[in-house]
T-cell receptor, first 111, second 112 residues
């Protein structure tokens, strides 16, 4: 079945460092791909999405490109801030109405 | 910006009791969902609801679970006889198109 594999956490970076959180997927076709973020004590917020190959989703300085050839949707940010500390979830949607989530990656940014 | 709201934020219930978790989806959305997240684990799909009926459910969503849209604004998840393993964060989500889903802040359910 469909699945999402995320980079194991936790990830700890210094402020202004470059961030990459890896996400790869397994699906029999071409799903829509999402990154959700969960700040401490809060729910899941949609961060960005891409619905077809080569699309780039972007929001709040974060970017991810839908790579069909590597079945990947890695999340990147050029310069992280303390306020980016959260848990990040990669997810796919494949027309069967449910989102399939990865395990989440906890990110901590140190001042 | 419109948002999904869930109540209560935290529910503590004795094992074997019934519990109802409530959600108010975004007003022009047509698709509604429940997910759960057991502490430290991934977010898991429970059920989707469209056009006043369940459209898909997971293996987790057994006979102890039910969903209802009792009026034009609320969407509820009922667990008939709670078990210890039902302790989790429960998220409601809604979508206008069925693709991009918007989540509430969740209800933390603790079964004693």
């Amino acid at each position: 079945g469909d699945s999402v594999t995320q980079m194991e956490g936790p990830v700890t970076l210094s402020e202004e460092a470059f961030l990459t959180i890896n996400c790869t997927y397994t699906a029999t076709g071409y799903p829509s791909l999402f990154w959700y973020v969960q700040y401490p004590g809060e729910g899941l917020q949609l961060l960005l999405k891409a619905t077809k190959a080569d699309d780039k989703g972007s929001n709040k300085g974060f970017e991810a490109t839908y790579r069909k050839e590597t079945t990947s949707f890695h999340l990147e940010k050029g310069s992280v801030q303390v306020s980016d500390s959260a848990v990040y979830f990669c997810a796919l949607y494949f027309g069967n109405e449910k989102l399939t989530f990865g395990t989440g990656t906890r990110l901590t940014i140190i001042p | 910006e419109p948002e999904v709201t869930q109540t209560p934020s935290h529910q503590v219930t004795q094992m074997g009791q019934e519990v109802i978790l409530r959600c108010v989806p975004i007003s022009n959305h047509l698709y509604f969902y429940w997910y759960r997240q057991i502490l430290g684990q991934k977010v898991e799909f429970l059920v989707s609801f469209y056009n006043n009926e369940i459209s898909e459910k997971s293996e987790i969503f057994d006979d102890q679970f039910s969903v209802e849209r009792p009026d034009g604004s609320n969407f509820t998840l009922k667990i008939r006889s709670t078990k210890l393993e039902d302790s989790a964060m429960y998220f409601c989500a809604s979508s206008r198109t069925g693709v991009t889903q918007h989540f509430g802040d969740g209800t933390r359910l603790s079964i004693l």
